[in-house]
């Protein structure tokens, strides 16, 4: 399925995942968020150029997964636990 066995052993890349096209909103709706902006901007054609020249593109939020890695690292969990042990809390 997604490259894991059920048992959690990795079985290799599915190319059903491996699709990285991003959703992008449709131009005709980002120079209109432009526009309605730049209302009233002294200098509105020059920034309008410069917003629309963007070289990121502008996803559609209901399709886009957002991932980001903290830097916190974690111990590694014990396999078992001492009988009648306590829990030791980490470093926070």
Do not use: H
Not at 17 to 33: D, F
């Amino acid at each position: 399925m997604n490259g894991f066995a059920a048992d959690g052993e990795y079985r290799g890349d599915n190319a059903k995942y491996a699709e990285n096209q991003p959703v992008t909103v449709c131009e005709s709706i980002i120079i209109k968020a432009v526009d309605k902006y730049l209302e009233g901007w002294d200098m509105a054609k020059e920034i309008k150029a410069e917003m629309l020249d963007n070289p990121v593109c502008y996803e559609v939020p209901e399709e886009t997964v957002n991932v980001s890695v903290d830097d916190v690292d974690t111990k590694k969990q014990a396999e078992t636990r001492p009988e009648g042990g306590s829990v030791e809390k980490g470093w926070r």
